[in-house]
């Protein structure tokens, strides 16, 4: 992530004070979960349910999984992610989204932004745009491409680049890629994830965001992206974002399902959910390892503390006790 800088000050101690709180988690079905996204799912699910309104309820919870890239999606992964969020004493509310169930809803945004002028059909490659510098300059926004062959583009009006997170403090992102005009459906014909997960939070009412920090960057994206539907198509406010550290094996090498990490055992969560919480900076009790798991959480839940979550991109798992 290059020139993404943030600051430690006006972290806030508890969930903003709202009517209700909807967070989600949102995996992709390209492999089993593993630390590394046990650890997003957590914090969403805590900061979600540590939330109490007025009325004295709960902060909800959805899961949606994002299963928009066929070619990458690994069979049964999507069952077994939702097998080990219940392993782990992760219950959703709601039925879980599946976005390929959501292709009308985002071609129906496609169709507004084009017929407002809000996007347009490039045909640049990501070769030629790496031989100018890696930025995209908007080259195609006068061409009149048709669609065949086409990616499709944002109008980039705002390129917001800063914002508040959570966690990390004021963010502040690459600038020149803050005001590219970024891809919202790709040339092979799949919705792009910045498209997908935007109009999903809008569709969910979601209003806080709770993932890892290999997402602070695209965040600048999905902001401009908010700010153009809500302007143009929708009565909808920007969520409230929060980014937690990545598990890193080393420096700038993060657990992931590409990096073929580890499965979670769901036969034996509790020694992996204990690590967990003290990757988040929880400081679970030493009795709570001979807990129940439904004691685990609970006990997560009524002394989640945002302040705790270190302030930091990554951290490397070898700081961590994982025992799996």
């Avoid at 650890?39 to 909800?60: M, P, R, T, V, W």
């Avoid at 020149?176 to 997908?196: C, M, S, T, V």
């Avoid at 769901?266 to 003290?278: G, V």
């Amino acid at each position: 992530m290059q020139d993404l800088h943030h600051s430690q000050n006006k972290r806030p101690l508890e969930p903003a004070k709202l009517a209700n709180y909807r967070g989600r988690f949102a995996p992709s079905p390209s492999g089993l979960l593993h630390f590394g996204s046990l650890i997003a799912a957590l914090a969403s699910y805590l900061d979600a349910k540590a939330f109490i309104n007025d009325n004295g309820e709960q902060g909800q919870w959805l899961v949606r999984i994002e299963d928009i890239d066929p070619p990458r999606e690994q069979a049964g992964a999507s069952q077994a992610i939702l097998k080990t969020l219940e392993a782990f004493g992760m219950h959703w509310d709601e039925q879980v989204l599946y976005q390929s169930k959501q292709s009308e809803y985002y071609q129906d945004i496609l169709s507004s932004l084009h017929k407002q002028q809000l996007s347009y059909y490039c045909q640049c490659t990501r070769a030629q745009i790496k031989a100018i510098g890696g930025i995209y300059q908007g080259h195609c926004r006068s061409e009149n491409y048709q669609a065949q062959g086409s990616a499709i583009r944002l109008v980039n009006h705002y390129g917001l680049h800063q914002f508040y997170d959570l966690f990390q403090g004021n963010v502040s992102c690459d600038k020149a890629l803050a005001n590219e005009d970024f891809i919202i459906h790709r040339k092979d014909g799949l919705f792009a994830y910045q498209l997908a997960v935007v109009a999903d939070d809008i569709a969910q009412d979601i209003n806080h965001v709770v993932r890892g920090c290999d997402l602070l960057e695209p965040t600048a994206r999905q902001l401009t992206l908010y700010k153009t539907l809500s302007i143009n198509m929708f009565n909808c406010a920007t969520p409230q974002y929060g980014h937690i550290p990545l598990a890193v094996a080393s420096k700038g090498f993060k657990l992931s399902k590409q990096n073929k990490a580890t499965a979670i055992d769901n036969k034996k969560p509790q020694p992996t959910l204990i690590a967990a919480l003290e990757f988040l900076g929880q400081a679970p009790k030493p009795e709570l390892s001979y807990g129940s798991i439904e004691e685990i959480i609970q006990w997560a839940i009524d002394n989640w503390q945002r302040d705790k979550v270190p302030n930091t991109v990554e951290i490397n798992i070898n700081q961590v006790n994982i025992h799996q």
